[in-house]
């Protein structure tokens, strides 16, 4: 099993920036990749960013290439995503997600039902 806590959400005017953070539980996170993707209300879950899990690929979403940047933090068993430049086009539920079966590519990475593990959400508010 693996646990994963998301923190960071909040409400921000727009241009601002917000970084959240994705706890994970167990010691073989290093191991894991792991994806952000965000829901906002009445509309499916999408894609955001990944990063593999030897951190030598990212993938991004066009809406967010530029402005935001992942990374993680191995040692500490925690993912990043800072968002920069928000727009409220970027409001939603923010979701980390965790493979853990180590596959590789753009369709593994940037597909919700490719994840095993996911968090409980952080909500991203961005005011115009």
């Known amino acids: 099993q693996v646990r994963l806590v998301e923190s960071g959400g909040g409400l921000v005017q727009a241009g601002g920036s917000l970084r959240l953070s994705c706890a994970a539980s167990?010691?073989?996170?290093?191991?894991?990749?792991m994806g952000w993707f965000r829901q906002a209300p009445g509309k499916e879950r999408l894609f955001v960013s990944a990063?593999?899990?030897?951190?030598?690929?990212?993938y991004y979403a066009d809406s967010v290439k530029g402005r935001f940047t992942i990374s993680r933090d191995n040692a500490e068993n925690t993912v990043y995503l800072q968002m920069n430049s928000l727009k409220p086009e970027d409001t939603a539920v923010y979701y980390c997600?965790?493979?853990?079966?180590?596959?590789?590519?753009?369709?593994?990475?940037?597909?919700?039902?490719?994840?095993?593990?996911w968090g409980q959400g952080t909500q991203v508010t961005v005011s115009s």
């Open positions: 990063i593999s899990w030897s951190s030598d690929s990212t």
């Open positions: 997600a965790a493979e853990i079966n180590r596959r590789r590519g753009y369709y593994y990475y940037t597909n919700p039902y490719e994840y095993d593990y």
């Open positions: 167990g010691h073989t996170f290093s191991s894991y990749t």
